[in-house]
C-alpha cells in the first residue's frame, strides 16, 4: 500500500518532468518558461490539452504528430520519464515523510544535470534554492545534524578548489565555473560535510568513464573540449543521497 507523499509525487513526477522539460531548453537562452511546448515543430498545429497531457499523449500517439504525423522529440516524453523514474526511486528506498524532500532534490539535480550537459551552465536560480532545501530538508528530517551539513555546503563551495585540481588532472587545463562549486556546496549541504570527498570522487570517477567511454567509441573529446562535471557531480549526490555512504554511517534519509 503506497503512502500518500508516495501516490503524490508518482502521479505530479510526469508533469514536473514536463516543466523540467521546458526549464532545461528555456533557462539556458533566458527564453520565458511555459509549462510546456505548445505547438508541433512540424505543421504548427496547436497542440490541445489533451496532447500535452505528460507521457500518456506520446504513447498514445506514437510519438507522432495528431495532425501531420511529424515525429515528436523524445526530449520530453524521455524528461518525464526520468522524473518519473526519480520518484520511483524516492518511493522506493526513503521512508513517507522523506519522499517529497527526496523529489525536490532529484527532480532540481535532473535539470541541472541536463542543463550543463546541454549548455556547461549550472544556473544559480537552481543551485542556491537547492542549497537551501538541503538544509530546510536537514532541519526538518535530523536536525541534530544540521551543523555537520552547514559545514557541507561552506566546505563545499571552498572544495572549489579541489575540484578544480579534479579537474585539471582529468583534463589537463582548467575548465571550471562557480556553478560546480555551488553544486558541491549544495552536495554538502544536502548529505553534511562527510560525503564532500565521496561525491567529488564519484563525478571525477564518472567524468573519466565518460572521456574513456567516447575515446573508445572513437569521439575522444578534444583537448579544449569541455566535460561537463556539473553532470556527474549531480548523478553523484543523488545516488550518495539513496545509499547514503557506509564508510561514515547513513548521511541520507535512510539512516533516520
Ligand atoms: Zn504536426
Known amino acids: 500500500m503506497l503512502s500518500l507523499p508516495a501516490l503524490l509525487a508518482l502521479v505530479v513526477a510526469p508533469v514536473i518532468g514536463s516543466f523540467l522539460g521546458s526549464l532545461v531548453l528555456r533557462l539556458p537562452t533566458h527564453q520565458p518558461l511555459l509549462l510546456a511546448r505548445s505547438a508541433c515543430p512540424h505543421c504548427g498545429h496547436t497542440l490541445g490539452p489533451w ?3 505528460p507521457l500518456l499523449s506520446w504513447l498514445v500517439q506514437f510519438g507522432r504528430c495528431r495532425h501531420c504525423h511529424g515525429k515528436i522529440d523524445r526530449f520530453y516524453p524521455m524528461i518525464e520519464l526520468a522524473a518519473l523514474a526519480i520518484a520511483g526511486g524516492a518511493v522506493a528506498v526513503v521512508p513517507p515523510e522523506a519522499i517529497g524532500w527526496t523529489c ?5 539535480l535532473l535539470a541541472l ?19 537551501g532545501f538541503g538544509l530546510a530538508a536537514t532541519t526538518a528530517l535530523a536536525p541534530d545534524d544540521l551543523p555537520d ?19 585539471r588532472a582529468l583534463r589537463g587545463r582548467d575548465g571550471l565555473g562557480g556553478g560546480d562549486a555551488k553544486l558541491l556546496a549544495a552536495g554538502g549541504a544536502w548529505l553534511g560535510w562527510a560525503a564532500l570527498p ?27 573540449e569541455p566535460i561537463a562535471l556539473g553532470t556527474w557531480l549531480a548523478v553523484a549526490i543523488w545516488v550518495l543521497w539513496l545509499v547514503g555512504v557506509p564508510m561514515v554511517g547513513m548521511i541520507g534519509p535512510s539512516g533516520l
Open 113 to 131: 544535470a541536463l542543463i550543463d550537459r546541454r549548455a556547461f551552465l549550472l544556473p544559480d536560480v537552481l543551485t542556491l534554492p537547492l542549497l
Open 198 to 224: 565521496a561525491i567529488v570522487l564519484a563525478a571525477a570517477v564518472l567524468g573519466l568513464l565518460e572521456v574513456g567511454m567516447r575515446a573508445l567509441a572513437g569521439h575522444a573529446p578534444a583537448a579544449d
Open 104 to 108: 525536490l532534490l532529484g527532480w532540481t
Open 149 to 167: 551539513h552547514v559545514i557541507g555546503a561552506a566546505l563545499g563551495w571552498g572544495g572549489f578548489a579541489l575540484i578544480a585540481a579534479a579537474y
Open 51 to 53: 496532447e500535452l497531457v
